[in-house]
């Protein structure tokens, strides 16, 4: 350093007279590593921002006013950081700009595009560059206020962007002119041919890095522009692929990847360009080319990785025209090339298998691997099944044909399939899938097996149940085969594709497996050759324990010993995983024989379990969710025989539900183990969990030890009331809102047994409320929600909801349900719905919903596409808690509410109300028709027309609602006089769409959406048969038969086991037309559909079992025998069920 003398550096003098030593001295102590002069010069710099902005900047323009000669290029570039960040400002400190003289400004400006002009260092030029971008972009918002505020620096610009500047010089004011294109591009290209010129000369310049920076210029305009104002762009985009084409060799992919990341915005952004300009050709052959590049042709494998993302991001932007039979070579084309990337696999076996036994993960194959496989799934996701799938298995035939073809191949193949199987909604589809990975489990090779086992794992779980009932039969051999094979690897993913294949099965289909499987994994686990293979085991005989029920009880003298001994010894750090699955093993197995065998056993395993309670769990400790399982799997069998354990596990829960924020995180906790919304408050994320795990193992004894829980209630209650008050993840709101529904639920049933007192029920309702309907009265009020207060104000809501529903009739007085009310109806006027509020709240988050997706761990999940919560999420989940306050005091209600709201819904059901609103009208009717009936009367014509024409409205989420409406009603007499109508509007829906109902599973919200809706018509139908067939004349028996041949549901729960349970309730009674010999066989079909499926119940199975029983096993054969063997297996289950409750 020139200038600074030795003895100046290491605290800073003052800043006062802001001469160039003193400037010089403040920026060399900002470089140093961190230390205390570092931390003054920071001090004076920020205080010299805040008081003295334009001394600041002057001195900082005069550093970068002197020469090399006398400060250091260094000093210089961090002056020109600095300016930056005085211009821009930052999160502690505003911009400096509008404060500043306008000399200063002046100065500064004219100082930046001299340094950019003259700096003999270029990094020096280009932060100058930064900032006079930075300014350009603060003092004008278009290409006129720029020539108004800084006439200056565009002329400086196109001077030199000509052909007889350097190139250095050029490159730096085309990144310039590339990050102004926001405020000046539209005005600049709208100035005639000038820009485009200058682009085109560009692109054609001898330098390389030249042409790669007007290739970004370009490509940026495209980006930040609409496409009828980047139109001119077009004319020089064949110069830009032929850019891109000579850019692509091995000197120049530093500038080829700048180029290829620039062309991902814009595809990205606006696809529809690079088709109006007719280049789409010629650039996708160009994308083509460098992704297909053998992986060794650049050193920086980024630039195929770019260069497929960029044709990806126009292939899924511009899906409808790729999709034309035009378009299709292009998309073969690219599954073709993703398919390659995945041949990128490591060759060692012998590494491949160390690397992997026990994470069991494929961490040394190359990035391009994986890149290809999320590449499948993302087609997958975009294009239609009947576009894609026979593109894909055309190449799938082409490549496996090849001379060439190697095992690397088959398990591409295999993995391509195995990516795009979740998104398939026709099962033939899913079946070619399952065909050709199943030709792959005995293959030679055993990095195919695996991932042939992998992927029947994935499609098991994507695609139950139908691959579970169309091809276990083929699969279960073929699983027992692989978990003896020699490689662990492949063993430990057979295990796994056992058990994604029989979460789903019945005991009858893995009975004849079922001691090869034991046998193969009781020897794997106790042989311990991989952590990983032994893991699985113990899901694997888990599951068999589960599915076989009381088949497996013959085995649980051989296995729990075992088991037992895995805990015991799996004491080691390394070994907590492990230790952690046994525990949730031997619970499960205990849940499936029963208490009588569980018991001394369940005593043996909680005596190990109760210390690890005691001493609580580290924060990365995989016992932890575990162990909160296990115990409460343990809890759940036992019962009542658990509550010795309840006072010591309750102690260690509440310890956990005692921690607090922290003011500062445990410094080795970064920032991505905090949960996003509550980072401020210093809440790690396992913190959270722990949390969240502890309420469900509450919940679990509460549960099992029914009204002997009253013991510990109000210390429970004391210890979950703070919660209330607290800022918690969405996750775990939802849980503390479980908990204290669970608790009222308990407190309901000891009140009713004599064993509490009424008024401590009354009391814990009184005290959740008044806390949280108080919490919701004083959320913020805006013109618009946020996201994070509707997310609040939902789960609130639906936390009321399940506690009104748990305490039951009679907890509330006349005036304390006026006084909810009154509330809700505040809440609800007052929550704004501009006109783009959606109509849809969330598939999971109001009634009538479908079955709640697993993930391959068996947790809940919610769907990907799922809409963000809104307003409209709020506002469903207030009329949830309407309703709960409707069924805990209906007369009350009645006298009080129901006018007020039945208004309301009048109001919100008109034609011409927004569709959000109409929504949320009919949700409220549905509700009311279906609680109050006959009470509900009265206001029928407010609502009841409105609801028969909505059932062929164009949203479904109307159409659902409109249409459960009509069904409810139907049970009221005076219905008689719509019943016709009503049905000739189901006949409407059903005739257009339920072939492809019944055909093709719903993957996407809006095929959920509309797949809900249909089954809503269908229970309606056969609520208005029921009911009112006798207005049907002659076409009755047409109506019932439409009715049976939609049957079963699968999408609406409710509505699914509402109908479900009518249908076998009419069987029973022997229906006349439903009993007759020819509507017998449809209707045993539709049990053996029914039966242990998420569409029934215990109950109604029991009801399903006997129902068909009762017709006699012989007329049973000659009724079923044009089954399916599925079905007749199931109906073999119905016989033995009821032959053993005899």
């Known amino acids: 350093i020139k200038l600074v003398k030795p003895s100046l550096v290491g605290c800073p003098r003052t800043m006062a007279a802001m001469d160039l030593a003193v400037i010089c001295e403040a920026l060399q102590a900002t470089q140093q590593p961190e230390g205390e002069a570092r931390k003054k010069a920071e001090q004076l710099l920020d205080q010299a921002a805040s008081g003295s902005p334009n001394q600041l900047v002057a001195a900082l323009a005069g550093v970068l006013a002197s020469p090399a000669a006398q400060v250091a290029d260094a000093l210089r570039q961090e002056a020109a950081v600095i300016l930056r960040q005085l211009v821009v400002g930052l999160a502690s400190r505003d911009s400096v700009w509008a404060g500043l003289e306008a000399e200063t400004k002046k100065q500064l400006m004219a100082q930046l595009l001299k340094t950019a002009e003259t700096d003999t260092s270029n990094p020096v030029r280009r932060n100058a560059g930064h900032v006079a971008v930075a300014i350009g972009n603060r003092v004008a918002d278009t290409f006129e206020e720029l020539q108004k505020e800084w006439p200056e620096i565009l002329p400086f610009i196109s001077k030199h962007t000509a052909s007889g500047t350097d190139s250095a010089t050029r490159v730096l004011v085309l990144k310039m002119l590339k990050d102004l294109t926001p405020t000046v591009g539209e005005g600049l290209l709208a100035q005639g041919t000038h820009a485009v010129s200058m682009l085109a000369a560009t692109l054609s310049d001898q330098a390389a890095e030249v042409r790669a920076a007007g290739a970004q210029v370009a490509l940026t305009f495209i980006e930040d522009l609409a496409n009828e104002d980047a139109a001119p762009v077009a004319e020089v985009m064949p110069a830009l692929v032929t850019t891109l084409q000579g850019l692509a060799t091995p000197s120049t992919e530093e500038l080829l990847k700048e180029t290829l990341e620039a062309l991902i915005s814009a595809a990205e952004a606006e696809p529809e360009f690079f088709k109006e300009a007719n280049c789409l050709k010629e650039l996708s052959e160009t994308l083509l080319a460098v992704a297909s590049a053998a992986s ?36 073969e084309a690219l599954v073709g090339v993703n398919i390659a990337w995945m041949l990128e696999v490591e060759e060692d076996v012998d590494m491949w298998t160390m690397e992997g036994k026990d994470k069991d993960d494929d961490d040394c194959d190359g990035d391009a691997v994986g890149l290809g496989e999320e590449n499948m799934d993302r087609l997958a996701e975009v294009f239609d099944e009947d576009t894609l799938m026979p593109i894909i298995f055309k ?539 006959e009470k509900s009367l009265p206001y029928w014509n407010g609502f009841m027309n409105e609801a028969l024409t909505a059932m062929l409205d164009k949203s479904a989420v109307i159409r659902q609602f409109a249409a459960s409406t009509i069904g409810n009603g139907a049970p009221q ?79 609406n729960v409710d509505a699914g086991k509402a109908t479900h349970a009518q249908l076998v309730d009419l069987v029973v009674k022997n229906h006349p037309v439903l009993t007759t010999p020819d509507k017998l066989p449809a209707v045993l079909a539709v049990f053996t559909e029914i039966y242990k499926s998420k569409f029934s119940t215990s109950d109604l199975d029991n009801q399903i079992a006997k129902a068909a029983s009762s017709l006699g096993e012989e007329h049973l054969k000659t009724l079923c025998s044009g089954f399916k063997e599925k079905q007749q297996k199931k109906m073999e289950q119905m016989l033995k069920a009821v032959r053993a409750g005899a």
Not at 300 to 316: I, K, N, Q
Not at 761 to 767: I, K, N, P, S, W
Not at 1021 to 1026: F, H, P, S, V
């Open 973 to 1051: 007499p005076i219905f008689a006089q719509v019943a016709p109508a009503a049905a000739t509007q189901i006949h409407k829906v059903l005739q257009k769409q339920g072939e492809k109902h019944r055909r093709r599973r719903a993957v996407k919200v809006d095929a959920k959406q509309s797949a809900l809706a249909v089954d809503a018509c269908i229970r309606a139908l056969g609520q208005i048969c029921e009911h009112h067939d006798s207005q049907f004349g002659a076409d009755a028996g047409a109506a019932w038969s439409m009715w049976l041949s939609n049957l079963p549901l699968k999408y």
């Open 296 to 331: 060794a042709t650049f050193a920086d494998e980024d630039v195929r990785h770019s260069a497929m993302e960029a044709l990806m991001g126009l292939v899924l932007g511009l899906e409808e025209d790729v999709s034309k039979p035009e378009g299709r070579p292009l998309l």
């Open 395 to 933: 190449v799938v035939r082409q490549v496996m044909q090849l001379q060439d073809a190697t095992w690397k191949t088959a398990r591409a193949c295999v993995m391509a399939l195995a990516q795009v199987a979740e998104h398939l909604e026709e099962d033939a589809w899913v079946d070619q899938c399952v065909e050709f990975i199943v030709k792959h489990l005995d293959h030679a090779h055993p990095r195919v097996k695996y991932s042939a086992f992998w992927a029947i794992s994935q499609v098991c779980y994507d695609q139950s149940p139908h691959v579970q009932a169309s091809h276990h039969e083929t699969l279960l051999p073929a699983i027992v085969q692989g978990i003896d094979d020699s490689n662990v690897r492949v063993a430990t993913s057979a295990v796994n594709a056992f058990s994604a294949l029989g979460e789903e099965l019945d005991s009858e289909d893995i009975e004849p497996q079922m001691d090869d499987l034991l046998m193969r994994m009781f020897n794997r686990l106790h042989a311990g050759e991989a952590q990983a293979l032994q893991e699985q085991c113990l899901s694997g005989i888990a599951v068999i324990a589960e599915v076989s029920e009381e088949l497996f009880a013959p085995y649980y003298s051989h296995v729990m010993p075992m088991l037992k001994q895995v805990i015991v010894k799996s004491t080691s750090e390394e070994q907590r995983t492990l230790q952690g699955k046994a525990f949730e093993c031997v619970s499960l197995i205990g849940s499936v024989v029963g208490k009588a065998v569980f018991l001394q056993d369940a005593n043996e395993v909680m005596a190990t379990m109760m210390p690890l309670a005691k001493d609580g769990f580290a924060a990365d400790d995989p016992r932890r969710e575990a162990f909160h399982e296990a115990a409460g799997k343990i809890a759940t069998t036992l019962g009542k025989d658990f509550k010795p354990y309840a006072e010591a596990l309750l102690s260690s829960i509440f310890n956990v539900l005692k921690q607090r924020p922290a003011e500062n995180p445990d410094d080795d906790d970064d920032n991505e183990s905090l949960d996003e919304n509550l980072q401020l408050l210093g809440l790690k994320t396992s913190v959270l969990e722990e949390m969240e795990e502890a309420l469900e193992l509450t919940n679990s004894l509460v549960l099992a030890l029914e009204e002997d829980f009253c013991h510990f209630l109000p210390a429970t209650c004391q210890n979950l009331l703070p919660l209330l008050d607290m800022q918690l993840s969405e996750s775990l709101r939802e849980t503390v809102f479980k908990t204290w529904e669970v608790l009222a639920g308990c407190a309901r049933g000891a009140a009713g047994s004599g064993c509490l007192d009424a008024a401590v029920l009354r009391e814990l309702v009184a005290e959740f409320l008044k806390r949280t309907v108080g919490a919701m009265m004083s959320s913020p009020k805006s013109d618009e929600l946020t996201e994070s207060t509707c997310t609040t104000l939902r789960i609130q809501a639906a936390g009321c909801a399940g506690v009104l529903r748990k305490a039951g009739e009679g907890v509330l007085t006349k005036d304390g349900v006026k006084d909810i009310a009154v509330v809700i109806a505040q809440l609800l006027d007052g929550i704004p719905c501009p006109a783009d509020t959606p109509s849809e709240p969330g598939l999971l988050r109001r009634r009538g919903g479908p079955v709640v997706d697993d993930d391959s761990d068996g947790d809940e999940v919610e769907p990907e596409d799922e809409p963000p919560v809104s307003a409209q999420s709020v506002r469903f989940s207030l009329c949830e808690m309407l309703g709960a306050l409707m069924r805990a005091n209906p007369q009350d209600f009645v006298e009080v509410v129901l006018p007020t709201f039945m208004e309301l819904v009048k109001t919100l059901v008109k034609p011409d109300r927004p569709e959000h609103d109409r929504c949320l009208g009919f949700y409220l009717a549905d509700d009311m028709v279906a609680c109050l009936g």
